[in-house]
């Protein structure tokens, strides 16, 4: 517009490109309506103004902005800049990452929803969004602030489909009716999805035809609005729908679907939608898109070998830079040579025999030259590698030269790409990747794979492991077994830590700091399917789900459910498998497969088993040993049917890891841990002595409680224990 307001920058930016509609819910709805009657005067328009507002009405509106007390003026200027930065760029995101939870926030009739629903563009959604739930818009402005400017993510991404073979692939209307349906739900968009087959033969490097599937995917953006310049030179939106364009490339061959499109969120959506409406199947958590690289080929030594250039059709490849570090990180030698330079003679000489890239801790980053011809001319490719996982090809521009780049550092062995394992592979991984799946965190020590004799190497090779940066900190155990964390420091040329105990500095290996993040989807994927045997896979695996139902084994004329469950020595997820597994209201008795050593014997109507008790192996491949399995079965079923009296079973008594299970005839068996273990026992003692109330002070003596439901989560105590009847203090179990 051609005044300015300059106190009320936002307010007026506000004014000139929000809908109508919002200006007048922010100026005369915030605050209850606070600021309404200095907007009284204004004629608002009585439906939505779309193309075309006459820049006359927002110069009034700004106007009376300009005329307020700078009290009301302030505080509306900065709502509108919270507003408008939501409105725009990676803002728009982040209100859509929030959309979902509005409905938390409306009234009985989805007044909310489906106000937000009927705006126009961005600016009248964020302003519904910080007029009718501000906590929501909260959650949305910390969502934009931890990504500005992070994460916008490459156009591509690849998924594995979890079947053993697609090669009988055939696209039907019907298939393509129900995909453009799917996808309509699962992207909510405004309006049918569009989607076009190609069908075309590629020709393989050895000279083989295979076919690949392309499927072009269109529908309408949400509607969204651009200035345009009027002839005085001010400015009115004109809204409109942007096409949303994707496109999935699917070959039957490598089981392999790739979806490239700008949105990140979507390109998830849109492969699951096809490999469940086209192929009838689920797509696998394999990281198919990570790439490994290993820089520790470089500890012996900078050069690379050349005879791969002429194979390759290169000139020349070199290391021409290099970064080293002692075992104190906060210092390093870099050493940068020339293209034509043989590194190793440079470091040598420079930095004689005995040298810092023999003897490095840390070899942090490595510059190599690719040097080609192309269109008669000498092209340069340096290609840059750094800790913990990093490599600069992804942001070249030419496609050509990012293949070149990945095809020699893959021929080098410096990367390599995720592949699936052979069957004798993952047997060996096996017992690791238990420990993994048993595991909480989504990181795990370097130095405590080594502890597990794990092949490190082979983990990364098939997609479990992704490096991540150095730990500032090592775990050591105290003498009566409790960790310690200590925080690691440099001193001189060494990393050390100073004990609380006994006060004294210990040296630490650097290799203790190194560490990866598991790949905990793809673990759980792997540690299921070989798990299964004789078994069917009964549901979709969820990585963090506390039970996985595995599916039946046949006893005699019986189908017996095997689930697995993990982390059973702790009380959410014990509490959390427990109401899980009475919610499957299965007939008869089943089984709970588990890596925690230290379990209680029962969940539910269901025998505990420990893994380490039945797993074998059958023609290299795991799988579980049917006959054990159905005798640990027989056996702890007899034991919980035999019981004809009330009992409490331990099965471990350490400090802090207790563990029992509580039998009463005609109930099934209820596991416990911890302090649980205690409340019960004080209750079957009481009853065993025909004085079966407790009273709270007795319960809970030296322990914080006052309270079962402080001991216990879910509502499965209550079937167990309470008031007697008729009172409403002390405690007895119902028998």
């Known amino acids: 517009m051609i005044k300015t307001y300059k106190n009320i920058p936002s307010l007026h930016r506000f004014v000139e490109v929000a809908p109508v509609e919002a200006i007048r819910k922010l100026l005369t709805e915030h605050g209850n309506g606070q600021n309404a009657q200095a907007f009284a005067s204004v004629e608002w328009p009585d439906g939505p103004a779309l193309n075309g507002v006459n820049k006359d009405f927002r110069f009034e509106v700004l106007d009376i902005c300009v005329g307020l007390d700078v009290k009301v003026s302030a505080p509306l200027d900065g709502h509108a800049r919270r507003i408008i930065t939501l409105s725009e760029g990676k803002g728009v995101e982040a209100i859509q990452s929030v959309r979902d939870n509005l409905y938390l926030h409306d009234d009985d009739q989805q007044s909310a929803v489906t106000e937000y629903d009927a705006q126009q563009d961005h600016f009248g959604r964020a302003t519904v969004i910080y007029l009718r739930a501000p906590a929501l818009f909260d959650d949305a402005e910390k969502y934009f602030y931890a990504e500005h400017h992070r994460n916008y993510g490459k156009l591509y991404e690849a998924f594995d489909l979890d079947c053993d073979d697609v090669s009988g692939f055939e696209w039907t209307e ?21 989607v076009q087959y190609l069908p075309f033969d590629q020709k393989q490097a050895n000279g083989d035809v295979v076919p690949v599937h392309l499927f072009l995917i269109r529908h309408a953006g949400e509607m969204n609005s651009i200035q345009q310049v009027c002839e005085d030179l001010s400015t009115a939106p004109i809204y409109y729908r942007p096409p949303v364009e994707a496109t999935l490339l699917f070959q039957p061959d490598k089981k392999s679907v790739e979806v490239f499109s700008e949105q990140e969120s979507s390109r998830f959506l849109i492969a699951s939608s096809f490999a469940e409406t086209g192929v009838n199947t689920d797509l696998s958590g394999r990281p198919v898109s990570m790439r490994q690289y290993n820089l520790r080929r470089f500890y012996r030594s900078l050069s690379l070998p050349q005879e791969p250039v002429a194979d390759l059709d290169l000139i020349d490849v070199r290391v021409v830079e290099a970064e080293a570090r002692p075992q104190n990180f906060k210092r390093r030698v870099s050493l940068k040579v020339d293209k034509n330079d043989d590194i190793d003679e440079a470091a040598k000489d420079t930095l004689g025999d005995n040298h810092i890239f023999k003897s490095a801790s840390l ?17 340069n490719l340096p290609i840059t590698l750094s800790t913990p996982n990093r490599c600069n090809l992804g942001s070249r521009r030419d496609p050509n030269e990012r293949e070149l ?68 900190d090592v775990t050591r155990l105290r003498d009566d077994g409790t960790t310690m964390h200590l925080s690691v420091w440099a001193k001189g040329a060494i990393l050390v830590a ?66 697995l469950a993990r982390r059973l020595n702790r009380l959410d997820t014990l509490a959390e ?72 079973i331990i099965h471990n008594d350490l400090i802090n890891q207790e563990s029992a299970t509580l039998i009463i005839p005609g109930k099934a068996p209820w596991p416990l841990l911890g302090k649980q273990v205690t409340i019960l026992d004080r209750l079957v003692k009481a009853h065993k002595s025909n004085n079966p109330v407790l009273q709270n002070k007795a319960l809970f003596e030296g322990m914080s409680y006052n309270h079962p439901a402080q001991a216990f989560q879910g509502e499965t105590w209550k079937s167990y224990l309470g008031h007697p009847p008729n009172k409403t203090r002390g405690w007895t179990l119902f028998v």
């Open 405 to 472: 780049g990945f095809g020699v550092l893959e021929r080098y062995g410096i990367m390599k790409r995720v592949v699936p394992l052979s069957a004798s592979e993952e047997a060996n991984l096996f017992d690791t990747l238990l420990k993994l799946y048993e595991a909480e965190d989504r990181e795990v020590r370097r130095s405590v794979l080594e502890q597990w004799g794990a092949d490190i190497e082979m983990l990364r090779a098939g997609g479990f492991l992704k490096p991540m940066g150095r730990a500032t």
């Open 363 to 379: 070899i942090s980053r490595v510059v190599i030259n690719v040097r080609f011809m192309k269109e008669n001319k000498e092209i």
């Open 174 to 194: 019907e298939k393509r009716v129900r995909l453009e349906t799917v996808l309509q739900e699962r992207l909510g968009t405004n309006g049918r999805c569009l």
């Open 577 to 648: 498998a427990d109401a899980y597994l009475r919610g499957e209201r299965q007939v008869g008795y089943g089984i709970v497969l588990t890596a925690t050593e230290f379990s209680p014997q029962y969940l539910g109507a269901n025998v505990v088993v420990w893994l380490g008790d039945v797993l074998g192996t059958n023609a290299g491949e795991i799988a579980i040993d049917k006959d054990r399995l159905i005798r640990a079965l027989s056996d702890g079923k007899q034991r919980a049917l035999a019981a004809t009296t009330v009992d409490l």
């Open 498 to 563: 100073d004990d609380p105990v006994t006060h004294q500095t210990i040296e630490i290996d650097p290799v203790e700091l190194e560490r990866f993040e598991v790949m905990r989807g793809w673990v759980a994927e792997r540690v299921v399917k070989g798990l299964r045997g004789a078994m069917q896979i009964g549901q979709r695996i969820k990585a963090d789900a506390a039970v996985t139902k595995l599916g039946a084994l046949v006893v005699g004329d019986e189908d017996v459910a095997v689930f």
